[in-house]
């Protein structure tokens, strides 16, 4: 019993499923199998909820070094781009927490959960689609609660997020069976074309393209410093 409780939770039910012949207490046995699975699952939970505190903690104080450079200010956007969802609990929870020092302070909540582990090239034309993105997130004027991380069309749920239709056109799927000639030059296209989407958006003198009609937040350009 010394040795299994030394083992980690995970591996103690195999342990002890392979003594089961040997075992000369069937009742501390039996006991441990089905407790193992329960220490493995509070393991996890805990060590989740560990990091979610510690992303929260570091949010909370960039967040506010960055809405301390000049008096008055408020907070306006938060947004978070990352692969683990503990990141987007905790962007959530800072924005849930937080207390307004001012009556006119409306923060936005913009959280991205990525796809885990990419390759080097798709992480490469990840940060060039998301430096393009990336201003049009922080003009909308709204909550967005993205989840990308499984999506096959990661266009086509952006194009829901920030009201644009067009984005849903941009293709994804394919693009690295390409040889790196043609992977070149279709990721050159795709970026122009995103480029351009994003340009008509906040261009148009009419409706704006890719604006929906609907009554909900909708991606405006701000006025000067609105954002900053």
């Known amino acids: ?28 046995w039996h006991r441990l199998v089905s407790f193992a699975p329960s220490v493995a699952e509070i393991t996890i939970q805990a060590k989740s909820s560990h990091l979610m505190e510690a992303k929260l903690a570091a949010m909370r104080r960039e967040a506010a070094l960055f809405y301390s450079r000049y008096p008055g200010q408020t907070w306006k956007n938060v947004i978070s781009l990352g692969d683990m969802k503990y990141e987007h609990e905790a962007v959530k929870a800072m924005s849930a927490s937080r207390v307004p020092t001012q009556a006119r302070e409306r923060l936005r909540t913009k959280s991205f959960v990525l796809s885990s582990s990419p390759e ?56 690295f069976d390409l040889d790196p000639e043609e992977q070149q030059l279709w990721q050159e296209e795709l970026l122009d ?4 989407i994003l340009h008509e958006a906040f261009t148009s003198d009419s409706q704006p393209r890719g604006l929906s009609a609907s009554p909900k937040p909708r991606l405006e350009l701000p006025k000067y410093g609105q954002f900053h």
């Not at 909308?140 to 086509?156: Q, T």
């Not at 074309?193 to 351009?196: F, N």
């Open 1 to 28: 019993l010394r040795e299994e409780r030394a083992l980690r939770p995970d591996t103690l039910a195999d342990a002890c499923c392979s003594r089961q012949s040997d075992c000369c207490l069937p009742r501390t």
């Open 120 to 175: 080097l090239r798709e992480l490469t034309q990840q940060l060039r689609v998301w430096g393009l993105l990336l201003p049009a997130c922080a003009r909308f004027d709204g909550d967005m609660d993205v989840d990308l991380s499984a999506s096959v069309r990661p266009f086509e749920a952006l194009s829901h997020a920030l009201h644009i239709p067009q984005l849903a056109r941009l293709p994804v799927q394919g693009c």
């Open 193 to 196: 074309d995103l480029a351009v």
